[in-house]
C-alpha cells in the first residue's frame, strides 16, 4: 500500500508540473511542432537518468532505494512525461499533412529523451 500512495503523490505532482510547464511552453512557441510535450518529455528523461544514476551509483541509501524509484521514477517522472500526447500529437500532425512535422517530432523526441536519460546518469555518475 505504501508503494501504491508514493506512485499516486509523485504522479499527482508530475501531472500538475506537466499541466502547468507544457502550457507555459505551448504560449511561447509558433508553428506546429509540439514544442510543450517535447519539452515535458526531454526533462523528465533527463530527470529519469537522474534517478536511474542515483540508483546505479548508491546515491540512495540501500533501504530507500525502492520508495525512492517508486516515488521519483514511476511517480512524479511517470506523471510528468506523456508518450501517448506525443503519439497522439503525431497523428494529428499527420492527419493535417504535416508528416514531415510528425516525422520530426516522432525520431526527435525519441532521439532527445534517450539522450537525456544517459546525460542525468553520467551527471550522477561524475559527480558521485
Known amino acids: 500500500m505504501t508503494g501504491l500512495l508514493l506512485v499516486a503523490a509523485g504522479g499527482a ?10 502550457g507555459a511552453v505551448r504560449t ?11 519539452t515535458v518529455n526531454v526533462l ?5 537518468g537522474v ?3 542515483l540508483v546505479l551509483f548508491g546515491g540512495f541509501e540501500d533501504g530507500d532505494v525502492a520508495s525512492w524509484r ?16 506525443a503519439m497522439v500529437e503525431t497523428v494529428r500532425l499527420a492527419r493535417s499533412n504535416r508528416v514531415r512535422v510528425a516525422l520530426i517530432s516522432t525520431v526527435g523526441t525519441l532521439a532527445a ?3 537525456a536519460v544517459a546525460a ?3 551527471v550522477v ?4
Do not use: Q
Open 13 to 22: 505532482v508530475g501531472a500538475a508540473a506537466r499541466f502547468m510547464l507544457d
Open 28 to 38: 511561447r512557441s509558433h508553428g506546429p511542432f509540439p514544442w510543450g510535450t517535447f
Open 44 to 48: 523528465g528523461s533527463l530527470a529519469i
Open 51 to 53: 534517478v536511474a544514476g
Open 70 to 85: 517508486l516515488a521519483l521514477a514511476t511517480g512524479l517522472c511517470g506523471g510528468f512525461t506523456t508518450f501517448s500526447t
Open 113 to 115: 529523451t534517450v539522450v
Open 120 to 122: 542525468g546518469i553520467a
Open 125 to 128: 555518475g561524475l559527480l558521485t
